[in-house]
């Protein structure tokens, strides 16, 4: 297994893999192609159809605008740019709506941050209801999928004997999680 950040960057590996090993069973893909591969066989575990919607950043955007209205908070002082970037950040931590709450308990935040934790929640929950995910969720439900399936994380490891990840400094956390439970 190969993986990679940007479609670009699979593409240059999947042409140099085969013309170095012609015929051979390595599959490159970017971290999102493959979770996205992997939450259309399993993703029933996390709540989700195989046929599930990935929301790019304009259905992000206006989902957001639609849980702020909902929450009665005005779209205009709290930026959904903002408000997407700061939930973004929280799933590549590998954090939920939930675990994001709770850290503002114990530590001494800004309102803006209070409003993401109860847009984040409703955020996550209409994308749930919708059969649906933004580009961090195919990460964070992989992560999930993987640590609570140790069958899955057999299957994968022996399916993957060798793990390339390009670029490897630039993984966030969930990133590495998914590398990690599948090496294991």
């Not at 259905?59 to 973004?88: E, G, N, T």
């Not at 929640?121 to 059969?131: E, F, G, H, K």
Request: some cysteine.
């Amino acid at each position: 297994l190969a993986i990679t950040f940007t479609n670009k960057a699979a593409d240059e590996m999947r042409e140099r893999v085969e013309q170095l090993l012609p015929g051979s069973h390595v599959w490159v893909s970017t971290f999102h192609r493959f979770c996205a591969r992997l939450l259309r066989q399993y993703g029933n575990v996390v709540g989700l159809d195989s046929n599930f919607s990935i929301l790019d950043t304009g259905d992000q955007k206006l989902l957001i605008r639609q849980v702020l209205h909902d929450l009665d908070f005005d779209p205009v002082h709290y930026a959904p740019d903002k408000i997407l970037w700061r939930i973004s950040n929280a799933k590549n931590e590998c954090q939920s709506p939930e675990q994001y709450l709770r850290k503002l308990e114990h530590s001494v935040g800004d309102h803006l941050q209070v409003v993401t934790g109860k847009v984040f929640q409703l955020y996550q929950r209409r994308l749930l209801d919708a059969n649906a995910v933004d580009f961090d969720d195919l990460l964070l439900h992989v992560v999930h999928l993987l640590e609570a399936n140790a069958e899955l994380r057999a299957t994968l490891g022996s399916r993957y004997r060798y793990i390339l990840v390009d670029e490897y400094q630039d993984t966030n956390l969930a990133q590495y999680r998914i590398v990690r439970a599948i090496a294991h």
